[in-house]
């Protein structure tokens, strides 16, 4: 058990050298994935052997309608509850994750690069609004997805960090497919092992992944703080540059956000075949990161209160938890 926790804490807790990583060099980005699957293969290792004091020291989540549940301490690798975890699910808009994910660990502290939008980055779905012609910061578009869901602006960043991808390797291709690659590279990295993608927006029925994929990716992503404040943001005032410049604010459909503990959600939905999706991380009253899973709940609110439900279980079967911290950092600001 001391062995699964130590590289737990290795794979959910990088150094602030890591995180503050954002060169585009190849050859480092090689070796960080390099030195990341070792680390993946060594805790599989690990699992095998203490996969049975595992098994145990996981509880039941409360009782819910999701077919999968999956809640894990990203601080420490702890997973806390856990239900059919290993069954391969839809993602639909959670897909977003590791868009956003695959652009701030491409492009660094390149994000005000801007984007010029031509009708291959339109499509159906929910939209950030973009207009062909207009000109966006990968910032903007980075939430532009996060915010409002915008399958429009995840094309754009797709599209954009695939052909910055292939200029690196000095090849040709196509940049979308190229950005899917680079999405499966990544879900594996970050242990995600039965992960999929076949776009960079969630609509293709190809883009699959087991709760405790979305569970170990989303403990990156919420303690990343490159990424927290576009999680965290419940507002967003961008000015759009082109022949239709103007200036928008967008505006979250999660009204969880800002309230309470929470720092970041994502839901993911497909109404007419009755599934909802959601992954949450909250900052506990210790102080600690927890991101929860519910894959599959049977209706557009029952996700919401599956979570809250959890939220509340875990105070009492985690008594730890429970304790207030002095000190915490207060939630990411949106910047």
Same mark, same amino acid.
């Given at each position: @058990?001391?062995?699964?926790?130590?590289?737990?804490?290795?794979?959910?807790?990088?150094?602030?050298?890591? &995180?503050?990583?954002?060169?585009? #060099?190849?050859?480092?980005? &090689?070796?960080?994935?390099?030195?990341?699957?070792?680390?993946?293969?060594?805790?599989?290792?690990?699992?095998?052997?203490?996969?049975?004091?595992?098994?145990?020291?996981?509880?039941?989540?409360?009782?819910?309608?999701?077919?999968?549940?999956?809640?894990?301490?990203?601080?420490?690798?702890?997973?806390?509850?856990?239900?059919?975890?290993?069954?391969?699910?839809?993602?639909?808009?959670?897909? &977003?994750?590791?868009?956003?994910?695959?652009?701030?660990?491409?492009?660094?502290?390149?994000?005000?690069?801007?984007?010029?939008?031509?009708?291959?980055?339109?499509?159906?779905?929910?939209?950030?609004?973009?207009?062909?012609? +207009?000109?966006?910061?990968?910032?903007?578009?980075?939430?532009? @997805?996060?915010?409002?869901?915008?399958?429009?602006?995840?094309?754009?960043?797709?599209?954009?960090?695939?052909?910055?991808?292939?200029?690196?390797? &000095?090849?040709?291709?196509?940049? @979308?497919?190229?950005?899917?690659?680079?999405?499966?590279?990544?879900?594996?990295?970050?242990?995600?092992?039965?992960?999929?993608?076949?776009?960079?927006?969630?609509?293709?029925?190809?883009?699959?992944?087991?709760?405790? +994929?979305?569970?170990?990716?989303?403990?990156?992503?919420?303690?990343?703080?490159?990424?927290?404040?576009?999680?965290?943001?419940?507002?967003?005032?961008?000015?759009?540059?082109?022949?239709?410049?103007?200036?928008?604010?967008?505006?979250?459909?999660?009204?969880?956000?800002?309230?309470?503990?929470?720092?970041?959600?994502?839901?993911?939905?497909?109404?007419?075949?009755?599934?909802?999706?959601?992954?949450?991380?909250?900052?506990?009253?210790?102080?600690?990161?927890?991101?929860?899973?519910?894959?599959?709940?049977?209706?557009?609110?029952?996700?919401?209160?599956? @979570?809250?439900?959890?939220?509340?279980?875990?105070?009492?079967?985690?008594?730890?938890?429970?304790?207030?911290?002095?000190?915490?950092?207060? #939630?990411?600001?949106?910047?």
């Amino acid at each position: @058990m001391r062995i699964l926790e130590l590289k737990s804490l290795i794979v959910f807790n990088r150094t602030e050298k890591s &995180k503050s990583s954002l060169s585009t #060099n190849p050859v480092r980005r &090689k070796r960080r994935k390099a030195r990341t699957g070792l680390i993946a293969g060594a805790i599989a290792a690990a699992a095998l052997i203490g996969g049975q004091a595992l098994a145990q020291a996981v509880k039941a989540p409360p009782d819910v309608s999701a077919t999968s549940v999956f809640v894990v301490n990203a601080d420490t690798g702890q997973v806390l509850y856990a239900k059919n975890e290993n069954k391969v699910s839809r993602i639909l808009s959670l897909t &977003k994750l590791v868009t956003a994910y695959v652009l701030v660990d491409h492009m660094g502290d390149r994000l005000s690069e801007t984007v010029t939008i031509n009708w291959p980055h339109l499509t159906r779905g929910s939209t950030a609004g973009l207009k062909r012609r +207009d000109v966006w910061t990968l910032q903007d578009l980075l939430y532009g @997805m996060v915010l409002v869901s915008g399958n429009d602006a995840s094309l754009a960043i797709a599209d954009y960090v695939g052909r910055d991808l292939l200029a690196q390797e &000095k090849k040709r291709g196509d940049s @979308m497919k190229r950005f899917v690659t680079e999405m499966r590279t990544a879900a594996k990295a970050l242990g995600a092992e039965q992960a999929d993608f076949a776009d960079p927006y969630g609509l293709s029925p190809a883009n699959v992944a087991t709760a405790r +994929d979305i569970g170990l990716i989303a403990a990156r992503i919420f303690t990343d703080q490159r990424l927290l404040p576009a999680w965290a943001c419940t507002t967003r005032t961008l000015h759009i540059g082109g022949p239709k410049a103007r200036t928008v604010t967008l505006k979250t459909s999660l009204e969880l956000l800002g309230k309470g503990s929470v720092i970041g959600a994502k839901t993911g939905s497909h109404v007419s075949k009755n599934i909802y999706n959601l992954v949450m991380a909250w900052r506990a009253p210790n102080g600690q990161t927890i991101v929860g899973v519910v894959l599959g709940s049977k209706a557009h609110l029952a996700r919401y209160d599956e @979570m809250h439900a959890i939220m509340a279980a875990l105070l009492e079967d985690f008594p730890a938890m429970a304790e207030s911290a002095s000190g915490v950092a207060p #939630n990411s600001d949106c910047q």
